[in-house]
């Protein structure tokens, strides 16, 4: 049975840092990855999908790295902004058209 | 313009009463999902339909009950209410024939049973 495990459970740091917050699954028979943001009382944005074939992508200040293998993933987030303060969810996909099994979340908080 | 979209936003009802939540999609989706996120914030699926077939039912109480009258439109009826229903249940679709396979969320359905 896969588990998603997201480490720290809660962030908080000044604004301008570089944060990486991390995932890992102990079951690497994954199809894709997908990092998501929720704010409080909202829905789920997807923030980046890396397929099981691709080491990382990027979307502007965010890259998303994957080591299948290991059954780790990194989202790492380049100069925050306050307008980051989010829960940020990790989620694996099986198979195409599965569930996705997510962490727990990291809790982000960025102080002005 | 909305990709995913659910009906009601809040819903607030009584113990033993029965309760549906709706949910569509415009993103010409194959495969539509509902997850619960409970108390703790953590989100666990529920069902997936691919083309108006079920394919995953997980572990819930059969008062649960889905319904997909086409790809678009993926229903959930809730028998019976209890008090451990309250949750918010979010709808989620994805194409599985191509294109990005991400799961894009509706903005969920926050249930509160007294």
């Known amino acids: 049975k896969q588990e998603v495990t997201q480490i720290p459970a809660a962030l908080s740091v000044p604004e301008g840092e570089n944060l990486v917050l991390n995932c890992s699954f102990t079951?690497?028979?994954?199809?894709?990855l997908q990092w998501f943001r929720q704010d409080p009382g909202k829905g789920l944005t997807s923030l980046l999908l890396?397929?099981?074939?691709?080491r990382e992508q990027t979307s502007g200040r965010l890259n998303a790295s994957l080591d299948k293998s290991s059954g780790r993933s990194t989202l790492y987030i380049a100069a925050s902004q306050p307008g980051d303060s989010a829960t940020y969810l990790c989620?694996?996909?099986?198979?195409?058209?599965?569930?996705?099994?997510f962490g727990e979340g990291t809790q982000l908080t960025v102080n002005p | 313009d909305t990709a995913v979209s659910q009906t009601p936003k809040y819903l607030v009802t009584q113990m033993g009463n029965d309760k549906s939540i709706k949910c569509e999609q415009n993103?010409?989706?194959?495969?539509m999902y509902w997850y619960k996120q409970d108390s703790k914030k953590f989100l666990k699926i529920m069902f997936s339909?691919?083309?108006?077939?079920?394919?995953i039912n997980e572990t819930v109480p059969n008062r649960f009950s889905p319904k997909s009258p086409d790809k678009a439109h993926l229903n959930l009826h809730i028998n019976s209410l209890e008090l451990g229903d309250s949750a918010v249940y979010f709808c989620?679709?994805?194409?599985?024939?191509?294109?990005?396979?991400?799961?894009?969320f509706g903005p969920g359905t926050r249930l509160t049973v007294t």
């Open positions: 079951d690497s028979a994954i199809y894709n």
């Open positions: 890396i397929q099981s074939s691709q």
């Open positions: 989620a694996v996909e099986e198979t195409s058209g599965s569930r996705l099994t």
């Open positions: 993103l010409g989706h194959d495969t």
């Open positions: 989620a679709s994805s194409s599985t024939s191509g294109g990005s396979y991400e799961q894009y």
């Open positions: 339909y691919n083309n108006k077939e079920l394919i």
